[in-house]
Nanobody, 123 residues
Framework: QVQLVESGGGLVQAGGSLTLSCAVS????????MGWYRQAPGKQRALVAS???????NYADSVKGRFTISRDNAKNTVYLQMNSLNVEDTGVYYC?????????????????WGQGTQVTVSS
């Protein structure tokens, strides 16, 4: 099972940018998809971006047009570029491998959680 180490979070003013990184202990080349989740204060963890092994991407409506997910198979790393941040983007961000649940027709988490990285956006 892969191990995940998220980094790159911090405190940023509204309108600013951050790039998160997810270092994966194993190879991600054979992983069907990777995703970034966000757990906002008092809310459940939710998938905000996903990328498949063919680089197809998908985003939650709340981040569409502002966030960009990418992967570097050679470095076994997944990135999340976050622009035009707002206070609603505050939370702990986690990455995880994904599997497609054909019954629910949605991506679901396939690995254990890492420690996450905190993103705090101030107004």
């Amino acid at each position: 099972q892969v191990q995940l180490v998220e980094s790159g979070g911090g405190l940023v003013q509204a309108g600013g940018s951050l790039t998160l990184s997810c270092a994966v202990s194993g190879s991600i080349a054979s992983v069907n998809a990777m995703g970034w989740y966000r757990q906002a204060p008092g809310k459940q963890r939710a998938l905000v971006a996903s990328i498949t092994d063919t680089d197809a991407t998908n985003y939650a409506d709340s981040v569409k047009g502002r966030f960009t997910i990418s992967r570097d198979n050679a470095k076994n790393t997944v990135y999340l570029q976050m622009n035009s941040l707002n206070v609603e983007d505050t939370g702990v961000y986690y990455c995880n491998p994904l599997l497609f649940d054909r019954l629910r027709r949605e991506w679901v988490r396939a690995g254990s959680w890492g420690q996450g990285t905190q993103v705090t956006v101030s107004s």
